[in-house]
């Protein structure tokens, strides 16, 4: 999750998100760093969906902070017009 390299951020918190609660508390707060402070905004949106997929009641905090993600990053601009599920390989 620390990774320079964008894309693999991204595919780390998709991963965490695939394994659901079983990303264990490590992998939750790494996903809240993501979610909040990553450079990315397609970072800290995989992040947010992936705290979802998690289900940690805890972590609603950051979640709703997402919705306003753009005040925070305005440089992060609208998002992107592809849905995260339409980016993955199955």
């Not at 950051?62 to 005040?71: F, H, I, N, P, S």
């Amino acid at each position: 999750m620390g990774d320079d390299d964008a894309s693999v951020v991204e595919t780390a918190a998709w991963a965490l998100g695939e394994l659901g609660a079983r990303c264990g508390d490590g992998g939750v707060a790494e996903l809240c760093r993501v979610a909040g402070t990553h450079r990315s905004p397609v970072c800290r949106e995989s992040a947010v969906a992936a705290l979802g997929a998690v289900g940690a009641a805890d972590t609603l905090a950051v979640v709703l902070a997402a919705l306003d993600d753009t005040a925070k990053h305005p440089a992060a601009g609208p998002p992107s017009p592809w849905p995260l599920s339409m980016t993955r390989c199955r």
